[in-house]
Nanobody, 123 residues
Framework: QVQLVESGGGLVQVGGSLRLSCAAA????????MGWFRQAPGKEREFVAT????????YNADSVKGRFTIYRDNAKNTVYLQMNSLKPEDTAVYYC????????????????WGQGTQVTVSS
């Protein structure tokens, strides 16, 4: 019942910032946990951040703590990933997803996925 579309990716210099958006269409958006994952070429999909249904609880991967912030605006059916102090190792396709229950770091707990948006950080 949920369809996701990511946007906001692009090419950025080391140390720069980007804000990714995930627009959701569906009647249950406000009551579901969400997550961001990323996948670099030749690597497995990696957890980035997750947020509960209300936005009151979040958890970030150690690799992005202090640099990335996940937040949501349920009135706009949108979840965001603010990325600051970007590094070349942040280069990946970023995916947003809907969890089948609460916040989770495991991709297997997510049931709906967006198409992904490319983030490239140049050195």
């Amino acid at each position: 019942q949920v369809q996701l579309v990511e946007s906001g990716g692009g090419l950025v210099q080391v140390g720069g910032s980007l804000r990714l958006s995930c627009a959701a269409a569906g009647r249950t958006f406000s009551s579901v946990a969400m997550g961001w994952f990323r996948q670099a070429p030749g690597k497995e999909r990696e957890f980035v951040a997750t947020i509960n249904w209300s936005g009151g609880a979040t958890y970030n991967a150690d690799s992005v703590k202090g640099r990335f912030t996940i937040y949501r605006d349920n009135a706009k059916n949108t979840v965001y990933l603010q990325m600051n102090s970007l590094k070349p190792e942040d280069t990946a396709v970023y995916y947003c997803a809907v969890a089948n229950r609460g916040t989770s770091t495991q991709a297997s707990d997510y049931v709906y996925w967006g198409q992904g948006t490319q983030v490239t950080v140049s050195s």
